[in-house]
Nanobody
Framework: VQLQASGGGLVQAGGSLRLSCTASGRTFSGYGMGWFRQAPGKEREFVATTTWSGGSTYYADSVKGRFTISRDNAKNTVYLQMNSLKPEDTAVYYC?????????????????WGRGTQVTVSS
């Protein structure tokens, strides 16, 4: 499975962005998916994750209530809607997939990673 993230950019604090991650391959619908981010000088951290169906989701406390993960298996795409953005949300955002259909906040549980998309939030 190859993953391609897109939708990043520069936005003012309080603004919104929607990231997309499109997967190649026929088994996308069976994968648990997640979003992670990495700011300069920091470790990659968990943001959000969802099960194969999109029926269950889990978020980092820092984004809960502001970000929403969703997926469209017919389009082989997972989304991250980001609202009320803050300067501390600035990072490269990565999507990831795992062969297990369940979700996980542990980056070591993921088998596939996209190349990342830059999100910059100005104050």
């Amino acid at each position: 499975v190859q993953l391609q993230a897109s939708g990043g950019g520069l936005v003012q604090a309080g603004g919104s962005l929607r990231l997309s991650c499109t997967a190649s391959g026929r088994t996308f619908s069976g994968y648990g998916m997640g979003w992670f981010r990495q700011a300069p000088g920091k470790e990659r951290e968990f943001v959000a994750t969802t099960t194969w169906s999109g029926g269950s989701t889990y978020y980092a406390d820092s984004v809960k209530g502001r970000f929403t993960i969703s997926r469209d298996n017919a389009k082989n795409t997972v989304y991250l809607q980001m609202n009320s953005l803050k300067p501390e949300d600035t990072a490269v955002y990565y999507c990831a997939g795992r062969s297990s259909g369940y979700y996980s906040s542990d980056r070591n549980d993921y088998d596939y990673w996209g190349r990342g998309t830059q999100v910059t939030v100005s104050s």
